[in-house]
């Protein structure tokens, strides 16, 4: 009898085990509640310091947090406890040391992911991402492109590569990845912005101004929406049309009252006006946010007014 509740008891008890431990994976695998996905990572990892998928998860958690380091820490652990084998870790690797400013480090894991799964379209999407921080244009594109050729439907390495074309002043380039990005997307106000820009880099401001005046019926409210109200301000400038650009410069100036360069462009913008003593004004104030504004310093000696 006493054999028999023993084994009884001790049945209880794997099952019991058995349960806590399936429940700690769901909750490592699960991604709602980042603090329960953490506190369940480690206690699978407690049990077992080899459970690189554990790591790799917890590395998730705390990147969503925010927690870079950590994440760095875990993946570099799953790395390690795999023997080198946990590919996913490489790319997840790089894409935090990305976000932390470190390109070189994000390229060398990017290009490790690369190297295990040669069709790994996210791994060449950020490493297209580090090369542009890093101003290398002509390898941004040629990692955008493999991107598009895997997927030709990834907006989003249409519009990286068209602000890699731009970067090097191929404007027409830009323009043909831009279009491509709205017919995929018809209400990605930043499309549209940035071909506005690209026209007005090629002196076409009817068609910038259409551009951007259509980024902002789509969104003129968000912060995003400062960048298009910017442009817009300063291809009305261009074209002779100060007035409009007055407006567009001072509701960019609502929605970011300490640029500095917009500062600078409503200065021009009022100089333009022939309200020289308020254009003065704003250099000065654009050069007091950021005296490496060297337009607004400019303006200042060719007004006779000191900064």
Partial sequence: MKDTRFRLATAIGALLALHACSDAQQDCIQDKDRDLQVRACTDIIRGDASAAWAYHNRANAYEAKGDYDRAIADYTEAISVSGGRF???????????????????????????????PQNDGAYFFRGFAYSFKHDPDRAIADFTKVVEINPRHARAYYNRGNAYAQKGDHDRAIADFTRVIELRPKFADGYNNRGVAYMKKGNYDRAIAEQTRALEIDSTTPEAFSYYFNSALTYLKAGKATQG????????????????????RGQILEALGRRQEAIADFRQALAIDPNIEDSRDELRRLGATP
Wanted: glycine share 8%; charged share 20%; hydrophobic share 45%.
């Fill in 87 to 117: 590919v996913q870790a490489y790319g997840a690797r790089g894409f935090v040391y990305g976000e932390k400013g470190d390109y070189d480090r994000a390229i060398a894991d990017l290009t490790t992911a690369i190297e295990f799964y």
């Fill in 246 to 265: 007055l407006s567009d410069a001072e509701r960019a100036l609502q929605l970011s009252p300490n640029s500095a360069f917009a500062l600078n462009a």
